[in-house]
């Protein structure tokens, strides 16, 4: 009888908690676009990358056409200049020879997790405060980071995370 009681208890918290979580979710504003390009600050784009496959050079070269009005540095960290993904980035480096971007090769691995040990050594040579990281296989919008800063005007926000959803996923797991 107890033992039903807590359950029962449990499963009732449990449903009152998801109950709470979907109301307060309708707040946020899912996919809404800002109307105009406020002026926006300068940032550095910090991209670890290893490998490449069929949709590397798209998901890249979204990232350096970003219609953005303030400026934009960009750091491609790989581990090793041997990586197949250099000759990618650099292709891209060449054809937008405008955009202040770069190819790091990162040092011997710091830690055990070989993309924050290419974030810690890319880092140092940011320009400038506001910083976004991203990982190789996500391809934006060309208004993407006017958007996602946008939340970042108001002075109580310090960090802003985007989920994103796969352009090729693989299993059905994936795809939700």
């Not at 979907?22 to 109307?35: E, L, N, S, T």
């Not at 996602?148 to 299993?171: D, K, M, S």
Request: some cysteine; hydrophobic content about 45%.
């Amino acid at each position: 009888m107890i033992l039903e009681l807590i359950l029962g208890s449990l499963a009732g918290s449990s449903l009152c908690l998801c109950l709470w979580q979907w109301v307060v979710a309708w707040r946020f504003p899912v996919h809404a676009r800002v109307a105009t390009k406020a002026s926006g600050g300068s940032l550095t784009l910090l991209k670890p990358l290893k490998g490449c496959d069929a949709t590397t050079e798209t998901c890249l070269r979204s990232w350096l056409t970003q219609d953005y009005p303030g400026k934009i540095q960009v750091l491609f960290g790989v581990a090793s200049g041997d990586d197949p993904v250099c000759s990618v980035v650099r292709k891209l480096l060449k054809e937008f020879p405008a955009i202040e971007a770069q190819l790091i090769i990162c040092g011997p691995l710091a830690g055990t997790n070989l993309k924050v040990s290419k974030l810690m050594q890319m880092e140092p040579l940011a320009k400038y405060d506001l910083v976004v990281v991203s990982d190789a296989d996500v391809r934006v919008p060309s208004d993407f980071l006017v958007n996602v800063l946008v939340p970042l005007a108001n002075e109580r926000v310090g960090l802003v995370n985007c989920f994103y959803r796969l352009a090729n996923p693989t299993t059905w797991a994936l795809e939700w």
